[in-house]
């Protein structure tokens, strides 16, 4: 037990460089040393990746990390390769070639790290080829995907319990920002756990001060928030046309704000995000894109000029303010038409059945895939081109494609997750040969071999505009060079596209004879409505203190009202407070029994839910005993 806590902190100074662990991170990753499946819920900056991370190291071998989002797990491996640790992913968005290539790496002990996406994990092919591997850790990432309670449910998450007959012995970690009572218990039977072994850090944030406020003129009033606040802050909202607006809105006041969306290229959002980092960039507007693997400190505030969908997505989102424990807002904004807007998104993305075969038949034909075939094509999607072939709506388009990747039928990545790639094929020898005779690439090479490590062994992600600076040649001439090299099988140049990628996950049906499935369809519905409630709820909601509401969905019951949020404070402004009103209550009580009606009558300036609360919060602590004729009496005093 000493040595093991001896390795893991030597392990956290020499690549991390702390000295000691975040709370509840040492016993998370003792408990998986000691061999025990493993739960561990954190709110969002709580430390997650350290979590599989520091014993993935500890135990040697490969850690197998499965996670749903190609952005974080290229971020991760990019973090672990700066640090000087082997880090691979391998993604439904790589080619053939790619994907040998890293298994074989891995399969030589060459990888510490393998992130694969759950998609790959549907191929009994992909489960063979990793069942070689030095496996030593299981690690699964945004766990609450693999429940139907959870708010962003993935059926290709339910195939990874499958590899555990391949890894018998090998222990699962699995992590989370978010999940509800149910989702925690349905994460741990759906992974096969031996017995039931979680740890949850309470997700309370005491230096996070919620607040909502109704507002028409939201340019204003967040031009206001910023100037009052001030210091570094992200702002939300849900489509990339505002991102770009909200952002020229701020410049044009003199705040320097840049924007973030998926349809960026890569290179491009690490420039705007690394900008944001250093302060160079006051405000970032962002999608819901934006924020995956960054941990910035000094986060002032983050607000919601959109409604989110869920209360878990706003938990996650406002979460990355304040990380350095100083006071920082989280504020979202609504008016009287976002409710209506958030349902009525609400309905799109949910197309009736009908809607969702002729989409499935229209991508198929679109791409001319006959029946019985398609199984792991990768293709890049247009989808406006698809919806002008096939008269189809765009938003009715995108939600059936959402749905049918739920049930396992494809899967969509966002375009400009993946960089551009290069790999040499030729031997060190003949591309000296090659340089020699065709002088014309020779610098070109030259760059390429000095700039980018391992480039003859795997994949390297490359720069077009970088590489293009380097040899002092306009880019377009330097990206035809590169495609003449991979014309002539010299290099394997991937080059980025800005368009979404789609990934067939099995063969075609044929409709006339086989039915799509919606297993999921009334359950994905059900639970999605309810979240979506959850959230206008927590808006809309004028009595109940902003972090009593959030920690109570996630079923945290032991905590007192923050005092700072927009609720508390107009309480408190108007002696609301719950340590007043219980002053009253007792008062009351002290002078004879009241019933419940009557006690509320007495307290009618107070809001009824408060008194309500109260009143059952002094039964509990046994201040106030209920009568056999239901009156209320003072109990002890305390």
């Known amino acids: 037990m000493e040595q093991k806590e001896q390795d893991i902190h030597s392990i956290l100074k020499k690549y991390w460089g702390y000295d000691k662990f975040r709370p509840q991170q040492k016993e998370i990753i003792l408990s998986i040393l000691h061999a025990h499946d493993t739960l561990a819920l954190l709110p969002t900056g709580g430390g997650k990746s350290i979590c599989f991370q520091v014993p993935g190291l500890a135990l040697g071998g490969t850690c197998l990390v499965i996670s749903p989002l190609i952005a974080l797990m290229n971020d991760q491996v990019q973090n672990l390769r700066n640090k000087g640790i082997s880090a691979v992913a391998i993604t439904s968005a790589m080619n053939y070639r790619e994907i040998e290539i890293a298994l074989n790496n891995a399969a030589l002990g060459h990888v510490q790290f393998l992130y694969i996406s759950p998609e790959r994990l549907e191929s009994e092919k992909f489960r063979q080829q990793i069942s070689y591997l030095p496996i030593t850790l299981i690690a699964v990432d945004e766990a609450h995907c693999i429940s139907q309670w959870g708010y962003d449910f993935r059926p290709s998450y339910l195939r990874i319990a499958e590899i555990r007959t391949y890894f018998p012995s090998v222990k699962i970690i699995a992590v989370t920002a978010s999940a509800t009572r149910d989702a925690i218990a349905d994460i741990q039977t759906q992974l096969q756990f031996t017995h039931q072994n979680v740890f949850r850090q309470s997700f309370e944030r005491k230096n996070l001060r919620y607040v909502v406020q109704y507002e028409e003129n939201k340019p204003e009033r967040l031009l206001r928030i910023i100037q009052n606040i001030g210091g570094s802050g992200v702002v939300y909202v849900r489509n990339r046309r505002k991102t770009e607006e909200f952002s020229r809105f701020l410049n044009s006041k003199n705040i320097s704000a840049g924007f973030y ?17 250093n302060n160079k960039t006051q405000v970032i507007v962002a999608t819901n894109a934006f924020g995956m693997g960054i941990d910035k400190p000094d986060v002032r505030f983050v607000v919601h000029l959109d409604l989110p969908d869920s209360l878990e997505a706003y938990f996650q989102e406002a979460g990355r303010g304040g990380r350095d424990l100083k006071p920082a807002y989280a504020i979202a904004l609504y008016s009287k038409t976002d409710t209506q807007s958030l349902r009525d998104n609400f309905a799109e993305s949910f197309p009736d059945k009908d809607t969702i075969r002729q989409c499935y038949q229209a991508i198929y034909n679109y791409y001319q895939i006959p029946v019985e075939s398609g199984e792991g094509l990768s293709v890049n999607v247009d989808l406006a081109e698809i919806c002008r072939n096939y008269n189809l709506k765009q938003i009715s388009l995108y939600n059936s494609i959402k749905f049918l990747e739920k049930e396992g039928y494809l899967a969509l990545f966002d375009g400009g997750f993946e960089p551009s790639k290069v790999l040499v094929l030729y031997g060190k020898e003949d591309i000296y040969h090659f340089q020699v005779k065709f002088k014309n690439y020779e610098l070109l090479i030259k ?21 293009a600076f380097r040899i002092k040649a306009p880019i377009d001439l330097t990206i035809k060079q590169l495609q003449a090299l991979d014309t002539q099988g010299v290099i394997s140049y991937i080059p980025q596209t800005s368009l979404p990628k789609l990934v067939l996950l099995q063969n075609r049906l044929n409709l006339k004879w086989n039915e799509l499935s919606f297993k999921h369809y009334a359950t994905l519905k059900e639970k999605s409505l309810a979240r979506l409630e959850s959230v206008i709820h927590y808006v809309e909601e004028k009595n109940i203190c902003r972090s009593r509401l959030l920690l109570s969905y996630f079923n945290e019951t032991e905590f007192q009202d923050c005092g700072y949020c927009d609720v508390c404070v107009e309480k408190n402004k108007a002696g609301f407070n719950e340590d007043n009103l219980k002053q009253k209550i007792t008062w009351a009580l002290e002078q004879r029994s009241f019933t419940l009606d009557e006690l509320a009558a007495i307290l009618s300036k107070y809001p009824q839910k408060l008194v309500l609360e109260t009143i059952s919060t002094m039964i509990d602590e046994d201040l106030v005993v209920i009568n056999e004729n239901k009156s209320l009496s003072l109990g002890n005093v305390r």
């Open 261 to 277: 969306h998926a349809g960026i290229p890569s290179q491009d959002r690490a420039g705007i995000q690394q900008d944001w980092i």
């Open 447 to 467: 760059t390429l071999l000095r700039s980018y490590g391992g480039i003859f062994e795997q994949y390297a992600p490359v720069n077009e505009k970088d590489i």
